[in-house]
């Protein structure tokens, strides 16, 4: 399972906070393996080459209601992933995943659990509130989606983020919430002390 995204663009985020959330709530046996993706986009091909079945999470423009879940399987993955570039991540995610079918190693199964974005302008913002809400149904998705491959979701009962490969606790969402400045210190969508600053200069 694969989250993508950058946690500093507010919902741009959404695909590493439903991974962070899963290594906390659940543990699995040797083979699942969680990976925070971020922004590696190629760097990714030797994970995805990895990987029999690929479930990857992501906020993604479908052109839908902001705060809206869809899931998508197989061949249709990487034209979602590619639709109406959004940031960097995403166009390198899709080349990772033509990539691995030119090396002759492409995932058996995919599938892509995105969010329509509400924010991704928010520099140091978190998720927006409807895209948080739609964090525990993405992994319900995914739980319904990996039932048929017998993947056993079991309780992670010291809570503790203990797979690899996942962000260091300093990122963990409810830290990077209660850290940050509020807007009024630091505005996060074009600061209009600088830009006064630059008017009258």
Known sequence: MLGIGNVLWADEGFGVRVVER????YRFGSNPRLLDGGTQGIYLVDQVRWADVLVVFDAIDYGLPPGTLKRIEGEA????????????????????????ALLGDPPGHQVLIGVQPVELEDFGGSLTTPVKAMIEPAIEAARTYLDR????????????AAHRDMPHPALDLAVYEAGRPSPEVACRIGDSRILARRVSG
């Not at 056993?152 to 503790?160: E, R, T």
């Open 77 to 100: 993955v990487p034209q979602f992933l590619g639709a109406r570039k959004m940031s960097l991540h995403q166009t390198g995610f899709q080349e990772v995943l033509a990539l691995a």
């Open 149 to 160: 491959f017998g993947v056993q979701w079991l309780p992670n009962d010291d809570n503790q």
């Open 22 to 25: 899963i290594a906390r709530d």
